[in-house]
């Protein structure tokens, strides 16, 4: 089953919680040993979002995103566990928990 792992953490304190791009990289690599990754990318900045919503059959863009939170969704890893608590025991590897951040494990539908 593929899992989600969503990586969060508040923005205005980002540039405190400097990431080592390369344990993100060995952390990948040993995902990709054990079959588990399928994808991972960091997001831009909230600043460059937009949410679209649909009033009365129009869309509306609105510059950044819907609601305002402590934590903003930072990144992701999608990868393969044979379980929930495989996909927590992989999450806790998730570099980013060591600067602070968090990661919400959440299983993908199957559709």
Do not use: C
Not at 10 to 18: C, I, L, R
Not at 94 to 100: A, D, F, I, Q, T
């Amino acid at each position: 089953m593929r899992y989600m792992l969503l990586i969060y953490g508040d923005e205005k304190k980002s540039a405190e919680m400097v990431e080592d791009e390369q344990q993100h990289t060995a952390f990948k690599q040993s995902l990709r040993d054990i079959g588990a990754f399928h994808a991972s990318d960091p997001l831009a900045s909230t600043a460059t979002a937009v949410t679209l919503r649909m009033r009365n059959g129009k869309t509306f863009p609105t510059d950044g995103p819907f609601a305002e939170t402590k934590e903003q969704l930072g990144g992701y890893y999608l990868v393969e566990a044979t379980s929930l608590d495989e996909a927590i025991r992989i999450a806790s590897r998730v570099p980013s928990l060591r600067v602070g951040r968090s990661v919400e494990v959440r299983p993908v539908r199957e559709v």
